[in-house]
């Protein structure tokens, strides 16, 4: 079993910066395919962003030019660096893993591994 912990979350100002972090215990993940998505009130939960063993990333269009994901793969853990943020951004953001796809899934029931959440909250 994978664990997944997300950390980083916060309230900022519009136009400014968060980074958020994932850590991953139980199993190295290095290999798994990796993702955020976040969940605002009284919405479904959104693909954010993906990232596969390669390096490879698939972003939304409403984050694109403004997120970054990463991973460090000593670490086994995933960030997400936010930058411009913007109000609609508000959501609680979750980290998710997956051994059984190898390319850039945007589908929540293809994540098996979640994270309980970080909020973040950006003000107008």
């Known amino acids: 079993q994978v664990q997944l912990v997300e950390s980083g979350g916060g309230l900022v100002q519009a136009g400014g910066s968060l980074r958020l972090s994932c850590a991953a215990s139980g199993r190295t993940v290095s290999t798994y395919a990796m993702a955020w998505f976040r969940q605002a009130p009284g919405k479904e939960r959104e693909f954010v962003v993906a990232?596969?063993?390669?390096?490879?990333?698939a972003y939304a269009d409403s984050v694109k030019g403004r997120f970054t994901v990463s991973r460090d793969n000593a670490k086994n853990t995933l960030y997400l660096q936010m930058n411009s943020l913007k109000p609609e951004d508000t959501a609680l953001y979750y980290c998710?893993?997956?051994?059984?796809?190898?390319?850039?899934?945007?589908?929540?029931?293809?994540?098996?591994?979640w994270g309980q959440g970080t909020q973040v909250t950006v003000s107008s």
């Open positions: 990232i596969v063993w390669s390096g490879s990333t």
């Open positions: 998710a893993a997956s051994q059984r796809v190898s390319y850039l899934s945007r589908r929540r029931d293809e994540y098996p591994y």
